[in-house]
């Protein structure tokens, strides 16, 4: 009887013990340097704070949900339990910036339940890095909730004090401004609410695109965004100007009260934050990605990462046009003629003159836009359903001979789909037009969507369009497709989960350079891009501009960069599809720089950034996967800068031919663009050069083995 009463208290005890399990509400990174605390105010509301190096970098910052079809959920939470777990694993990208990616974090994650009578439960979920974090809501299957209708995401962000801010205004349906250099106090994105440069802009309120990046005064670098944006409204960020705040602020809808529908259960998108002590670490982080899940399409061998060509510029400068049949009358009026006029670019002589352009000069790809039925229909007119046929080609574009000639140079061609943002129409067609491009081996394809949202009410960034460019995406990975967007939603990695999204426009890109009232992007813009709009993935900026003023064509427009500059953009604007942009005549008129892009790589094992200042500068070699060569690109804003490079990532006991492109003496972004001086020298590792960087300018840098 004693021993059953001693086994009956000890199985008490030990029944306590795990009824009173610890409730754990804080979570650090591996390495410590981030820290992130969870939190309930005593009227159960969710709070969150972030550390940096023992820094508070967000301070008291309040989670909830507002809906249209419940009541918010907000207040009166409990936790009901906790855990925290670590992963350490890498993953090897299909193609990228890199070949390996270590993802190593650790997670909170918290079930909460409301204490009020519908006990709507949410669970929230932290991921430590050492880069940066990244947390979203979980919303698990329950009783008595089959359906959130989510009129506001409050998500805020409270910051500790006025950091330098590089922005773009939150617009709902185009990213294609220029970046702002404020402090946070000093944002204004409804003064570019009526932008005369673009087709269309909708800002409802001060708030601003992701990615959006800040510096601290003791250097410390911010950038917030979100990943794995799927069946989910995008997101930006109301901007409080008097307390430093950010809060989330979903794209909504004209058609609906609500901005994001989902049936539970569901996840929302993760809201990240990379931290960094310094900006070359922001470009080199791949928190983005690494909140991304892993590959769903398996081999992708039928993709090749590429340079290419294409009938584009000429469009921009005037020199031909999209369309087959358009003309203008007396009055100015644009009158379709039945007929060819004459200017019209995508012809089969045309693109063959480009396809042999490609095939001697190492580039694999020739992109062809204006070659489908529709163009002479769609630029203007309100009802844009029905206007484009993606099957059918110009009687001046034989498109199966165009295809064989370049099968038999080596040099594929690249599909263009204009939807004109009429998206019934392309969803109708798509089956049809990837099955055709399946047929004829053509493997990638750029879309675009400028033009209003059809149907009528909707925005490029609402939960609409997410769904349709990922169901774009999807789609076409059945035909072994892979898509390049314009008008694009923004990148936040979900090329890892698809890599056949293998990079889009989403800012505002070259062609601004040939027609925009503005005078075209300054200086600084891409020294800005670099460390903002670049760190959510890819980006389709369309390089090597040769004729940098133009003037035969535009007098009043030119590329706001010097020629060196033009080169070194290859290496410091990432994708795995850069285009060699320029017209046939002026790279044929310039063999010697025209070196630099046959030599260039597109897909590379390794990526070091090697200096740089958000808005000021920025250096990056990146070494080929194929060859182990590497490459260099510099670039600087309208300043001129000395900048010390140390060659210690090449590899020991290796002698390398560097080929430098660099400014000449009197280069300058304006005044003499095109004075390129080319230098050839033997370089080993643990070697230091100076790279002198005109106004505007910049360095390329060929390292090749001997």
Known sequence: MKKLLIILVLSLFLASCTSKKEIITEVSSPSDNIKIAFNLNAEG???????????????????????????????????????????????????????????????????????????RKVNIVFKAYDDGLGFRYEFPKQDNWDEALITN?????????????????????????????????????????NHSNLAQTY?????????????????????????????????????????????????GSKNTVYKVKRGLPFNTPWRTIQIAKDAPELIESKLIVNLNEPNKLGDMSWFQPMKYTGVWWEMHLGKSTWDYGMTRDDGGNWIDTGKAHGKHGATTENVKRFIDFSAKNNIKGVLVEGWNTGWEHWIGFEDREGVFDFVTPYPDYDLKEVVRYGKEKGVDIIMHHETSAATATYTKQQDAAFALMQSLGIHTVKTGYVGRILPKGEYHHGQYMVKHYNNTVEKAAKYQVAINAHEPIKATGLRRTYPNTISREGLRGQEFNAWSSDGGNPPEHLSIVAFTRMLSGP?????????????????????????????????????????????????????????????????????KVLNGVVGDYVTIARKERKTGNWFLGSITDENKRSLEVKFDFLDDNQEYTAIIYKDGKNAHWNDNPLDLEIETITLKKNETLTLNLAEGGGVAISIIKK
């Not at 989910?232 to 989330?248: A, H, I, P, Q, R």
Request: hydrophobic residues 35%; negative net charge.
């Open 203 to 251: 800002i409802p309120e001060n708030a601003v695109n992701t990615p959006v990046t800040m510096v601290g005064a003791d250097g410390t670098h911010l950038s917030f965004h979100e990943a794995a944006l799927v069946d989910y409204s995008g997101m930006t960020l109301k901007v409080d100007t008097d307390n430093f705040s950010l809060t989330s602020n979903l794209v």
């Open 45 to 119: 509301q969710a709070y969150y704070q972030v550390f940096f190096n023992n820094k508070t970098v967000v301070d008291t910052s309040y989670l909830g949900f507002d809906f249209s079809n419940t009541t918010s959920l907000s207040k009166n939470l409990q936790l009901i339990n906790s855990s925290v777990t670590s992963t350490n694993q890498t993953w090897d990208m299909v193609w990228g910036e890199q070949e390996t990616v270590v993802n190593n974090y650790n997670v909170l994650k918290l079930e909460l339940q409301e204490k009020t009578d519908l006990k």
């Open 539 to 607: 980006v389709d900026f369309t390089p090597g501009i040769f004729n940098i003023k133009f003037d035969e064509y535009k007098k009043d427009n030119q590329v706001n960069t010097t020629l060196a500059q033009q080169l070194a953009l290859y290496v410091v604007i990432y994708s795995p599809v850069q285009m060699a942009a320029d017209l046939v005549e002026h790279y044929e008129a310039n063999p010697k720089p025209l070196q630099f892009i046959k030599d260039v790589g597109v897909d590379w094992s390794a990526t």
């Open 153 to 193: 995401e409050n998500t805020q962000f409270n910051l500790t004090e006025d950091y330098k801010t590089f922005w773009i205004p939150g617009d709902w349906d185009i990213y294609e401004h220029l970046y702002n250099t404020t402090k946070l106090s000093e944002v204004n994105a409804l003064k570019y609410a």
